[in-house]
């Protein structure tokens, strides 16, 4: 149980174009979502809190008009990377907490970004 | 501001050499302490919750204690497949969005 996928596992795109990451729980729903970005050797870092039909709350310091998110449904959050820049390229994780019950969470497989 | 700690770093064990990971933390108030394993190029992987002081949880090798300032994970007879990096992170009692602080992690390595 509590099984959180991520599509696509990896990614290699242009400089200056948008890339979609999307996580999805597939056995759960999930009122709140997570991304983390995590760069080599190096703990996770949280990007923002996604709230299924509101808006997502963005961490100190990230770019709320850079990563757009999208949380339309209790099973379905969207990261989008607009105009990724070589800097962006990184691991980008999501997790997803049950709308019932503890406060766990439980991460995707991670999305490996490139931007050339 | 809350903060996670992890040591060591690294750590490199015989198969079959039992040691501790620690995780100290400082927080308003603990709302939760977990632990996550993983691998390279994956993401973390649940293993333990632990709400309050005294409490201890186990899975087969592992085990994990808490106290009000520190978590140690207990890995006992250690396999090669126990290798990867072990993650710590709390969330403090005031975080509405149950925000996860995570520690920098511990790359174990159980040698044959």
């Known amino acids: 149980g509590a099984v959180v996928s991520q599509h696509p596992s990896r990614v290699i795109c242009k400089s200056g174009t948008s890339v979609k990451i999307e996580c999805r729980s597939l056995d759960f729903q999930a009122t709140t979502m997570f991304w983390y970005r995590q760069f080599p050797k190096q703990s996770l870092m949280l990007m923002a809190t996604s709230n299924e039909g509101s808006k997502a709350t963005y961490e100190q310091g990230v770019e709320k008009d850079k990563f757009l998110i999208n949380h339309a449904s209790l099973t379905l959050s969207t990261l989008t990377v607009t105009s990724a820049h070589p800097e962006d390229s990184s691991f980008y994780i999501c997790?997803?907490?049950?709308?019932?019950?503890?406060?766990?969470?439980?991460f995707g497989p991670g999305t490996r970004l490139t931007v050339l | 501001e809350d903060q996670v700690t992890q040591s060591p770093e690294a750590l490199r064990l015989q198969e079959g050499e039992s040691s501790s990971l620690n995780c100290s933390y400082t927080v308003s108030g603990l709302r939760g302490l977990f632990w996550y394993r993983q691998d390279p190029g994956k993401g973390p992987e649940f293993l333990f919750t632990l709400y309050s002081a005294g409490e201890e949880k186990e899975k087969e090798r592992l085990k994990a204690t808490l106290t009000k300032k520190e978590s140690f994970l207990h890995i006992t007879a250690p396999k090669p497949e126990d290798s990867a990096t072990y993650l710590c992170a709390v969330q403090a009692l005031d975080q509405g969005a149950q925000k996860l602080v995570f520690g920098q992690g511990t790359r174990l390595t159980i040698n044959p």
């Open positions: 997790s997803a907490k049950l709308a019932v019950g503890p406060d766990t969470q439980y």
